[in-house]
């Protein structure tokens, strides 16, 4: 671009003085109002212009008035300076880290300072949905319904703790997992237990939290920054967790007539469950034998004579969890006979009862990762499937269990 002279600038303020408007001015000097206007500029910053009218694009910063030693005014100091730009705007991908002020002796703001961060993993989730359900197009109506089931009954398949993704080596820990022993072992007990289920006209997926072992690439607990030992790109593994559960439902849906899935966030998943949740509620969205349940922290859900909760358990104890479902279900609770809350968190199975609520912890089918084969948590593995009468609460349960690690090398069952 040409340099412009002051000779040119101070062309352009005498037009621009003499004519009032820049439109005017510009016809008047014969030039197009786009190159006057940069004449015009420059003529400002080199201060050939007044400051009245102040100049589009500039504002006044300040006037100073100079009197003599007699207080007669002696002239107007204007100090004219580029105007702010237009409003900050979040570059995409980016959140809200903090602000900053640079504040005067009496505490006002004189200037901010916005500082963005990347928005982190949770941007490539829509990229994670597009590749899941291309995988997947067309499957959700290919199963077909069950011919005989049981209208009195529901089956539960209550899920605890796989802890997908997450990497544990023998040499330290006494047993290999990774996401691809996850999946295999998982599989597997679900179609034994399906198969060995009763043909019951409903079932409930109970996924209790922490299905991922990692909520993102950051690879630490979210809450406590915990390091994880993690298998593979969290990416890779969002993506397995999502068609597995895909599977696992599609085994329901061979022998039940209506499926229901609940995902709650555990400690370790608590964004990575709401976008397994996401994925499988548009995914199945046209199938009418699938529902999926809002990733809540508890879940409640009454049949027939029985009343249950479902929590990961790492945010209450179970007695406060009991009495929350009395309080939450108030109608239910006085309406039920059988009240049963399920949690997961622990990795082992416990039970207890509080007033008459049945308060069950659930064992996981993952192995111990380092820090807890360190801190020598030895309970066993196991998934089981539980069938709730409508009138007589629970009648039956079937209990796969995984072999400890310390009895598998040769695979025999001991005499
Ligand atoms: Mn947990």
Same mark, same amino acid.
């Given at each position: 671009m040409a340099t412009i002279t002051d000779e040119m600038a101070r062309r352009a303020a005498s037009f621009y003085k003499a004519h009032g408007t820049e439109r005017k001015a510009a016809n008047a000097a014969g030039m197009p109002k786009t190159t006057f206007h940069s004449h015009l500029r420059r003529a400002a910053e080199r201060g050939?212009?007044?400051?009245?009218?102040?100049?589009? $694009?500039y504002e006044i910063k300040r006037t100073t008035t100079k009197r003599d030693a007699a207080g007669n005014k002696e002239g107007d100091w204007i100090t004219q300076h580029k105007a702010s730009g237009a409003a900050f705007e979040m570059p995409p991908g980016q959140i809200l880290k903090g602000v900053s002020a640079y504040v005067d002796g009496e505490g006002l703001v004189r200037q901010k300072w916005i500082k963005t961060k990347a928005e982190g993993a949770v941007t490539d989730l829509v990229k994670v949905f597009g590749d899941v359900f291309a995988n997947y197009r $067309?499957?959700? /109506?290919l199963v077909p319904p069950p011919r005989r089931v049981d209208r009195d009954l529901l089956s539960v398949y209550p899920i605890a703790d796989p802890h997908l993704g997450m990497l544990s080596w023998k040499p330290q820990t006494g047993a290999d997992y990774d996401l691809k022993i996850a999946i295999e072992r998982l599989l597997d007990c679900a179609s034994t237990l399906v198969s060995r @289920?009763?043909?019951?006209?409903e079932s409930l997926i109970v996924n209790?939290?922490?299905?991922?072992? @990692?909520?993102? /690439?950051?690879?630490?607990?979210?809450?406590?920054g915990h390091q994880l030992d993690v298998d593979g790109r969290w990416y890779k593994v969002l993506q397995a967790g999502v068609k597995t559960m895909m599977r696992i439902i599609d085994l329901n849906l061979a022998k039940h007539q209506f499926v229901e899935v609940v995902n709650i966030p555990g400690n370790h998943d608590p964004e990575a469950a709401c976008a397994q949740a996401l994925a499988l509620s548009t995914f199945y @969205?046209?199938?009418?034998?699938v529902k999926i349940a809002f990733p809540s922290d508890i879940y409640y859900r009454r049949f027939g004579n029985t009343l249950l909760g479902a929590a990961h358990g790492d945010k209450a104890p179970p007695a406060r969890l009991a009495m929350a479902m009395a309080v939450d279900e108030r109608k239910a609770w006085g309406e039920t006979a059988y009240h049963w809350f399920m949690f997961g968190h622990i990795h082992k199975d416990t039970a207890n009862t509080i007033g008459d609520v049945r308060v069950e912890s659930f064992s996981t089918i993952a192995d111990k990762d380092n820090h807890a084969s360190g801190g020598a948590w030895r309970s066993a593995q196991a998934l089981s499937v539980i069938t709730l009468h409508?009138?007589? $609460?629970?009648t039956y349960r079937y209990r796969q269990n995984i072999l400890p690690p310390s009895m598998r090398k040769s695979g025999k069952v001991p005499a």
């Open positions: 050939m212009l007044d400051f009245d009218p102040v100049l589009p $694009g $067309g499957r959700s /109506q @289920a009763d043909r019951s006209r209790l939290g922490d299905w991922y072992h @990692a909520n993102d /690439q950051r690879n630490v607990t979210p809450r406590s @969205a046209n199938n009418k034998r409508k009138r007589d $609460g629970e």
